[in-house]
């Protein structure tokens, strides 16, 4: 049974860092691409970041460009996104996620995790 468990959530003000983890369990990793997805309250889950199986081709959503950086260390199994600059619009549940198509689409998505919280203050 596949398994993905995020940490690193917490509260940060506007301008500060996060790093978010993901350790995954349960499927041979280092296939399928693997993502990160956020939602906040009233708004539909949305696409942040891909990244293909051997870690060559990233995707990211216009709104976090510049700021999140997606990598996999397939050697630990395990996934982060680095979210510098964050603005309180960032703030939302974000949730890791594997695909056998590498995109942004919800859709597209095979395994979720349960989730981490991220808030950002102005």
């Known amino acids: 049974q596949v398994q993905l468990v995020e940490s690193g959530g917490g509260s940060v003000q506007a301008g500060g860092s996060l790093r978010l983890s993901c350790a995954a369990s349960g499927y041979t990793y280092g296939t399928g691409c693997m993502g990160w997805f956020r939602q906040s309250p009233g708004k539909e889950r949305e696409g942040v970041a891909a990244i293909t199986t051997g870690g060559g081709t990233t995707y990211y959503a216009d709104s976090v460009k510049g700021r999140f950086t997606i990598s996999r260390d397939n050697a630990k199994n395990t996934l982060y996104l680095q979210m510098n600059s964050l603005k309180p619009e960032d703030t939302a549940m974000y949730y890791c996620?594997?695909?056998?198509?590498?995109?942004?689409?919800?859709?597209?998505?095979?395994?979720w995790g349960q989730g981490t919280q991220v808030t950002v203050s102005s």
């Open positions: 996620a594997v695909s056998r198509i590498c995109s942004l689409r919800p859709s597209d998505v095979n395994y």
